[in-house]
């Protein structure tokens, strides 16, 4: 097929390339029907370009297009060549002042939150910065895309509209001049006519519903037979489904279907097949049947290909469109008349206005591209951006319609236009006085909810998923109507007030309809079988509730539009309850002397609603009646006296008491659905509109009647009024041992209504309610939330409920009531309230839920305790009511309030008879304790010649009538006041009647008659003040005592420890798992310690016991003994490389004997200490491995280890293990139990002795492995080979273990093979003696580096688990040999030794450039017991150990002096005449002879010197941390102090001379010949040739990348990196490795790979390339952190950045601006160096099950 193709292909190409783009312009120019040619055109040429083949070449396609298509036009335009007319057009132009930046997915967006009219209006990062606002208090959010940068635009920000950039173009705004006059007459002309027809045929195309015909006058005469199956986006499958459909339906491989699925999901349609149309008509078939059996089938179209090819034409032309008006404000006016130009058919016909109704049928990328084309010519042309407004106002119910049913979500609809134009204060104002747009929306919004009930409130019963999915459409309406009341007018016209209380009209008909809706039944008997659908109408309120609010701001505006808003609000209530009063029937309640009519109505029995938005909205406009005074001035205005108060009371007062119903537990069986409809009528998003104001509807209520008829009313409907009307009732009620539940529900609803009453008088902090101010309400909820407990700012910014600008106004007043404690390494940065604000605090504050309250009321009494003050938490001081509520107050004082208190006080005094409760009591005194405050501040405010009518006191201290003489309510406090029973409620009765008296003082020095009652009650009061002070001085004298004890005590403690300093000494060197090894105990201090070589200090042997963790049984560690084992972990490392890029590719054949200085890879081996025998911890993994199996019997959840891997979880302490390190004694005194002969040999003998050893070896070895025939042959060569004096190579030694301690040594052994060389376990296998050393060496490496970085000193207190782990890896490392074949680890010896001393049977090792000494150092140490078991010359051990380390040293300092000295200028010292300097100078020259000049000279000794001292530090620090644990040499002092380089020091230890160039001296001539024979290597020569690179030293240290400091440019970064795979596609995840710096797009199917035979995602993938299965990562969108290990293991960490207060934002939800802590980004860099990442995340996974079931392998 493709052959037959491609020779028509280049012919197409040829005839398209011959066209010239101005002839043709040149022939249009000449038209008569300029339309008719321009068609022909497109007809004959555009099915020539696209659409020739089953996939697209976009980058052809343009290119053609932009030559034969767009070429021509661009030529007709300019009327010359287009490169030149479009420069012309831009110098003319001027640059606009608008920045209309269009966002792209992820990019930062800011807003200010101090200038912003509202929160939609936003600045791009470029404007941000170069703006005001940048010191202002801004948010930082990330772009869904679409929105566009408001920068220039004067309408969206309060001050600062402008950033630097945009400023310079403002200076000649002042004309609003037309901007067609820079374009000459006939450009217009020609301008308007071409936008004119490709603008028309563009919509044309695109809104073209026919499959397979073009319209007329683009048909083509020959039309071929090729279709394209095209699949369509819709929001309701997933990818899953669409992938596995389309590999049947298409027959396509799994990553060809993931690819369409990702164009289909980017663009909105692609073609999946192309070819006949029976051929393209079978896959539509297929897919439409695998896809309808859920939901409705995806949409797929078969389709002619010129039809494809002229739609994606049409899309070209459209972005053309939009990049030419960029020339010119000119082109963009002409634009925008082509498009609202109304065309033939009237009405509705313009171009625009036909784009915007065909929205929905469009696919997802003609969308884009069109609303890109909106957002660039209308909304940029002030002129054109008011005529779309209204276009689109026009549409607006249609384009409404059209989005709900529409399968896209609205950020690809037409409707989210609607932010961009409603949002404008000047277009949201002409919008409703011309279209009447309040209206229109709220209309549009009553259509969509059809169900009713009889009474025509909504009903949102049987609430399916296409309803809710319906529903939550519906709802981007309300978000219109918020956008239109959001600014708020100034000025108002007469024409305005029409038109916003005709939506008020319309507002108050949909509030009308939620009266009462969703009304519910107590359930008796039996618990409710259905719960009920609630979710729907909270929705509603919740959406609503910001509208219903600016709807009240909108009112308080304008006095004629608020006392209009009140009467309609007051007809439509009456008009609800105009079915107030049939069907119940009327009674007459009277108590102490007052009754009242009212309705017979119990809460109990019938049906009560939670919603009663018309009442609320009216008590909301009655406060703004108060708070604006218009009440005051227009009283005649208001039909304040047609009200009803008891009409007003009774729905809110209905709600209160469900609430108080469903407490006392009187609405259990109604289940779960009314627990949630009280928990959102209290919460914060809810309460201002539901409970708040129920609230104040009761207090304009009572503040219109008299309060003994409202209390009546209360007591019926709390159904409480039998028990206080009818004396003794309480006794009766008692006695006849009713049901106990009864009881206790009667309590509750007491309490409940006591509560309500304090909430009534109390609660009058609404600006309109008492004399306060917004920031007053504010700071008293503060108050109240941080004395539950300090907290954070984003706890505290959830406490508060937000306005419509999500703003809470904390901010503003929260430094005057608290205190800010910044946070530590852990934690977030705390409030902690003032403690002059704890007077203010109120225990019945009425946003309390109960579990607050009763915290706060613990932390006060608490708080009080600790000053030594009374625990009394009395009523606080209130601001007075304004005068519109001003009676309420005298609720308290009324004749029904005196007797509830005074029922409930005797019932209190005879305590036993009655059921009473304390916190009853408790709310009765509080309830007194406000009386009297009120009557304080009334006494005190009092004007001239004015009477106080709040005569509280009088009441209470008269007793009451006959018959029954009851007593006063001020007799029967004092009474209670000595109750033993009531111990905690002694404070508050006694400030009560403190309290008294002082009002009763003031009431004397006003009124001149004396009061003479008051006498006895004061005399009491002060002998009971003296009783307390009494009280005081004994608890005074008693604590000062108890001080005094303790002190003493401490003291001896003191004392008994300085005497038994070494007791306590040993007890804290012992950890709780492994008794320590007395390392530091038996040394003498005065002589020098030696780790290695025959003066090696001898220190007497240890011995040492451990208790097992799991039998708890202690042993002690021997040869002979059961194995003791530490639980281990074994992992790949890659935290010391300085290579990531290497890859082993065959590991079966990989040979690591040598490690590469760039340690590209190591294996790292950790413990957490704990110490097990190794038959318990067997015991212990074969049940861990049983409960697994087990586990994926059941289906389970994952658990955070990988059994099958060999990992388990320490017994103790749950740490991450995979194998376990065996204890041992230290190995060289077992093996070396020879003589030590005085005269051992030096370094030049010993390595001749070594030589000839290997060389006998060798030969052997090749002897066995060439079997011969005669015996004869075998002997004649034994008799030629002289073996070296003493040495015996068929010896072989015994291996001194017991049977457990080799099991377990060849255990940890072949783990860390496994692990470090990711192969299968084979105990065999030579390398794994060489894995032992290197996982030894390696992690010795790696914490001499995290000591270096942290400059603490080499042998300081190293954590007890390291140092166990390292001492048990050297001693294991040097015991392996034991249990590996002998002749494996000689072979290892001879070649490591080889790479130093050349041995002609080893050629190909690596040159000394890329061998990391301390590797090898390791290696030939732990090897060479191999060697020296056979040798019975009396060579010692210690001596082939010293001659080892001197021989690497002296490599080493080659290595550092072939590498790293590179002379610095201007750091000649000239005096280098120590013998240190001159020795090296020597040295250096010696190493220019032999590399025959190739290396630069040096003359500055002292420099090569600190060079050398420099590079080897770290070798020394190593191998000073090795022998101290190989040997178990002490460390000498003053290696564990902090500060010096210690470099003569290490020397000591290390038996190195200080000049180190003496080693090269001493054995010279050897050493010499060793030097000239690694020079000569041909690797050396290409390294000083510069060919090829070298690791210099010392090592850089390796650290996480920089971060920068604010957190928004690495947004920034993120928002401009797009997927590598999906061809430019914006990343939707992306992610940042910390480690190398590499953006990944994470957790898409576009950059999944395959790994290991299984796909896993981005990060995963490049945590092997990168770190060798683990890494660390910065989601950048989320701001947190990912750690991942292997494909499984995963958790999310808490990112390095904070905001101002002290906290991080993951997710990003706050969008307050970000910085970076320098402190925790070093908490992370230290796990990550000290490979804790793994452990981490195991630790994470164990506490937070979430974790365990993410598909980590997909980030």
Not at 179 to 203: C, G, K, Q, W
Not at 708 to 720: A, D, G, T, Y
Not at 1040 to 1054: G, P, Y
Not at 1704 to 1714: A, I, K, S, V
Request: net charge negative; glycine share 6%; charged share 25%.
């Amino acid at each position: 097929m493709a052959s037959e193709l491609e020779p028509e292909v280049q012919a197409i190409d040829r005839s398209l390339l011959e066209c010239s783009a101005e002839e043709i312009a040149g022939k249009w120019l000449q038209a008569t029907d300029l339309t008719r040619e321009v068609y022909q055109h497109l007809a004959h040429f555009v099915p020539k370009i696209y659409c020739r083949g089953p996939n697209p070449f976009p980058q052809k396609e343009d290119m053609l297009a932009q030559h034969v298509l767009l070429g021509p036009m661009e030529w007709y335009l300019c009327g010359e060549d287009p490169a030149f007319g479009f420069a012309k057009l831009e110098q003319a132009n001027k640059p606009s002042h608008l920045c209309g930046r269009v966002f792209k997915v992820g990019e930062p967006t800011y807003s200010c939150r101090d200038c912003a009219v509202d929160p939609t209006c936003v600045l791009c990062m470029e404007c941000f910065l170069g703006s005001v606002h940048r010191d202002h208090r801004y948010r930082m959010t990330t772009s869904g895309g679409g929105g566009f940068c408001d920068c220039g635009d004067t309408e969206a920000w309060k001050e600062g509209p402008y950033c630097q950039k945009h400023e310079l173009n403002t200076s000649e705004i002042e004309e609003e001049e037309d901007p067609l006059v820079h374009l000459s007459e006939d450009m217009i002309a020609r301008t308007y006519n071409i936008f004119a027809i490709m603008f028309r045929y563009a919509v044309e195309i695109l809104t073209w519903e026919k499959e397979n015909e073009l319209p007329g006058d683009l048909e083509m005469v020959e039309k071929s037979d090729t279709y394209y199956c095209m699949l369509f986006n819709d929001e309701v499958h997933t990818y899953e489904q669409v992938i596995y459909t389309l590999q049947k339906a298409v027959n396509c491989t799994q990553k060809e279907a993931i690819g369409f699925a990702t164009t289909v999901d980017r663009d909105g349609r692609r073609s999946v097949r192309y070819g006949d149309f029976q051929y393209c008509e079978q896959a539509k078939s297929v897919i439409v049947r695998n896809t309808s059996r859920q939901t409705k089938p995806l949409k797929v179209q078969v389709m002619h290909s010129s039809i494809v090819a002229h739609q994606n034409f049409g899309l070209k032309l459209l972005s053309w469109l939009g990049s030419i008006i960029g020339y010119s404000d000119g082109l963009r006016r002409i634009l925008c008349q082509v498009g609202l130009q109304e065309g033939p058919d009237g009405e509705n016909s313009s171009l625009v206005d036909r784009l915007m109704l065909s929205d929905s049928k469009l696919w997802k990328g003609a969308r884009s591209v069109y609303h890109q084309l909106f957002m660039s010519s209308l909304l940029m042309d002030l002129k054109y951006k008011k005529l779309f407004a209204i276009r689109f106002a026009n549409n607006y119910e249609r384009l409404q319609n059209d989005y709900v049913t529409d399968d896209h979500d609205r950020e690809f609809s037409i409707t989210d236009l609607s932010v961009q134009i409603f949002t404008v204060p000047s277009l949201a104002r002409m919008l409703i006085t011309e279209e009447n747009l309040m209206t229109i929306i709220i209309k549009t919004f009553m259509d969509h909810l059809k169900h009713r009930d009889a009474q025509g409130r909504f009903q949102f019963e049987r609430y399916t998923a296409l309803q809710a999915f319906k529903f939550r459409r519906v709802q981007s309406l309300i978000l219109d109507l918020k956008y239109v009341l959001i600014s708020k007018p100034t000025e108002w016209s007469d024409e305005l007030r029409r038109k916003f209380l005709e939506g008020f009209d319309a507002f108050l008909e949909l509030l009308k309809c939620m009266q009462g809706m969703d009304p519910i039944t107590r359930q008796v008997g039996q618990h409710i079988e259905m719960e009920p659908e609630w979710e729907a109408a909270f929705t509603l309120q919740m959406k609503l509730t910001h509208v219903i609010s600016m709807m009240q701001d909108w009112c308080a505006l304008d006095e004629k539009v608020l006392i209009e808003a009140y009467k309609k609000c007051l007809a439509v209530l009456m008009h609800c309850h105009s079915g107030f009063t049939d069907g119940e029937q009327p009674i007459t309640l009277s108590i102490c002397g007052h009754s009242v009519e009212t309705i017979r109505y119990c809460v109990s029995q019938e049906k009560v609603s939670i919603h009663l938005p018309v009442s609320r909205l009216l008590a909301g406009l009655h406060v703004l009646l108060s708070k604006s005074e218009v009440a005051y001035k227009f009283p005649e205005l208001l039909p304040l006296s047609e009200l009803s108060p008891p009409m007003l009371i009774e729905h809110p007062l209905r709600c209160l008491v469900l609430c108080a119903q469903v407490h006392a537990g009187m609405w259990r069986r109604n289940g779960f659905s009314l627990v949630n409809q009280i928990y959102y009528y209290h919460n914060v998003k809810c309460r201002r509109e539901m409970f708040d104001k129920d609230i104040v509807m009761l207090q304009t209520g009572v503040s219109m009647m008299d309060p003994n008829h409202f209390l009546m009313i209360m007591l019926s409907r709390f159904e409480l009024y039998q028990i206080f009307s009818t004396p003794d009732y309480g006794k009766r009620f008692s006695s006849e041992i009713t049901h106990k539940d009864i009881v206790q529900q009667n309590n509750t609803l007491i309490e409940e209504m006591l509560y309500l009453i304090i909430m009534l008088v109390g609660e009058r902090f609404s600006p309109g309610v008492g004399q306060v101010n917004a920031t007053d309400e504010i700071k008293r909820e503060i108050i109240h939330q941080l004395s539950i407990r300090p907290m954070a700012h984003s706890e505290l910014v959830k406490s508060l409920p937000e306005d419509e600008n999500k703003e809470t106004g904390m901010e503003s007043v929260i430094e005057a009531v608290a205190s800010f404690k910044k946070p530590g390494l852990t934690g977030r940065g705390m409030y902690e309230l003032k403690s002059e604000c704890a007077k203010e605090f109120n225990l019945y504050f009425y946003h309390f839920s109960r579990a607050e309250q009763s915290k706060a009321e613990e932390a006060q009494r608490k708080l009080k305790r600790q000053n030594r003050e009374d625990t009394a938490l009395p009523p606080p001081v209130l601001p007075p009511f304004c005068p519109l509520f001003a009676s309420l107050v005298n609720i308290l004082q009324s004749d029904v309030m005196l007797c509830i208190m005074g029922t409930i006080l005797q019932w209190a005094v005879e305590h036993n008879g009655y059921a009473w409760s304390e916190s009853m009591l408790q709310r009765v005194l509080h309830l007194i304790g406000m009386a009297l405050q009120e009557e304080k501040q009334h006494l005190e405010n009092v004007m001239e010649e004015h009477v106080v009518t709040f005569t509280f006191t009088q009441k209470i201290s008269k007793p009451g009538e006959a018959p029954n003489n009851s007593p006063s309510i001020l007799a029967m406090l004092e009474t209670l006041q000595n109750a033993p029973y009531l111990e905690v409620h002694k404070d508050m009765i006694r400030w009560i009647l403190k309290t008294f008296n002082a009002i009763k003082k003031i009431r004397e020095s006003s009124s001149t008659s004396p009061v003479a009652e008051t006498e006895g009650t004061i005399m009491e009061e002060s002998s009971r003040d003296k009783d307390k002070a009494e009280r005081k001085r004994k608890a005074e004298i008693a604590r000062l005592r108890r001080e005094k004890i303790m002190a003493q005590m401490s003291e001896m403690q003191r004392h008994f420890i300085d005497e038994n300093k070494e007791l306590f000494q040993q007890t804290l060197e012992l950890d709780a798992s492994t008794s320590a090894v007395f390392d530091n105990s038996p040394v003498v201090s005065d002589m020098t310690l030696t780790a290695l070589g025959p003066a090696q200090t001898w220190v007497p042997e240890q011995r040492q016991f451990v208790t097992c963790i799991l039998c708890q049984e202690e042993q002690e560690v021997k040869v002979e003994s059961r194995a003791m084992v530490l639980a281990a972990f074994v992992q790949r490392s890659t935290v010391l490389s300085k290579n990531r890029s290497k890859f082993i590719h065959d590991p079966d054949k990989y040979d690591p004997l040598f490690m590469h200085p760039d340690l590209s890879c190591g294996t790292h081996t950790g413990s957490c200490g704990h110490v097990m025998h190794a038959h318990c911890w067997q015991r212990y993994f074969d049940s861990v491995q049983a409960k697994e199996q087990r586990r994926q019997q059941r289906l389970r959840l994952h658990t955070s280890y990988d059994v099958e891997n060999g990992e388990f979880l320490c017994p103790l302490c749950e740490c991450l293990s995979n194998t376990v390190i065996p204890l041992l004694l230290p190995p060289r005194n077992i093996f070396n139990s020879r003589l030590n002969f005085s005269d051992q040999p030096n370094l030049t003998q010993w390595i001749r002795t070594i030589s000839l050893q290997i060389k006998a070896l060798q030969v052997l070895r090749k002897e066995e492995s060439t079997p011969t025939t005669a015996s004869s042959k075998k002997s004649e060569t034994m008799g030629e080979l002289q073996l070296p004096e003493g040495f015996r190579p068929d010896f072989h030694p015994k291996n001194p273990y017991s049977e457990s301690i080799k099991e377990m040594l060849t255990t940890f052994g072949t783990a860390t093979y496994k692990v470090g060389l990711k192969v299968h376990p084979n105990e065999e296998d030579p390398r794994v003696p060489i894995m032992c050393w290197s996982s030894c060496a390696y992690t010795i490496q790696s914490i001499e580096r995290i000591l270096s970085d942290e400059d603490k000193p080499l042998f300081g207190p190293l954590p007890c688990r390291l140092d166990d782990c390292l001492r048990s890896l050297t001693r294991f490392a040097a015991a392996h040999w034991t249990v590996a074949s002998l002749s494996v680890v000689q072979g290892h010896f001879c070649k490591l030794f080889a790479s130093l001393v050349p041995n002609k049977n080893h050629e190909d090792l690596p040159c000394i450039l890329d061998i990391d000494v301390f590797h090898l150092l390791v290696g030939l140490v732990l090897a060479f017991p191999a060697l020296q078991c056979q040798d019975f010359s009396g060579i010692s051990l210690g001596t082939g150990d010293l001659h080892i380390f001197h021989l690497v040293t002296v490599a080493h300092i080659v290595q550092i002096l072939l590498t790293s000295c590179t002379e610095e200028d201007g750091m000649d010292q000239e005096n280098s005449t120590g013998e240190e300097e001159l020795a090296v100078l020597a040295l250096y020259k010696t190493l220019r002879q032999y590399t025959g000049s190739a290396l630069k000279e040096i003359n500055s000794g002292w420099h090569l010197w600190r060079s050398v001292k420099a590079g080897i530090m770290p070798f020394l620090k190593c191998s000073a941390l090795f022998f101290h644990y190989l040997n178990g040499v002490p460390s000498p002092s003053e290696l564990e102090a902090t500060g010096t380089s210690h470099f003569e020091h290490l020397c000591h230890y290390l038996s190195l001379p200080n000049n180190l160039i003496c080693l090269f001296q001493e054995n010279s001539e050897m050493v010499n010949s060793l030097i000239e024979s690694w020079c000569h290597n041909s690797e050396v020569k290409r390294y000083l040739e510069g060919q090829r690179d070298a690791i210099s030293y010392p090592r850089e240290p390796n650290k996480l990348i920089d971060l920068p400091e604010d957190y928004s440019s690495l947004i920034n970064q993120a928002s401009n990196f797009s997927c590598p795979k999906s061809g430019g596609d914006k990343s939707r995840a992306p992610t940042l490795c910390l480690v190398c710096g590499t953006l990944l797009c994470s957790q898409s199917y576009c950059c999944q790979t395959e790994l290991e035979g299984e796909d896993v995602g981005a990060c995963t993938a490049h945590t092997y390339s990168c770190g060798s299965g683990v890494g660390i990562f910065l989601r950048v969108r989320e701001c947190q952190v990912l750690f991942l290990a292997g494909k499984t293991k995963g958790c999310f960490y808490a990112p390095p950045y904070l905001d101002d207060y002290g906290e991080t934002d993951q997710g990003l939800r706050r969008g307050n601006p970000l910085h970076l802590c320098k402190e925790r980004f070093k908490k992370i860099q230290k796990l990550w160096q000290q490979h804790s990442i793994t452990e981490e995340i195991g630790h994470a996974q164990e506490a937070n099950q979430t974790f365990v079931g993410i598909d980590w392998q997909h980030l």
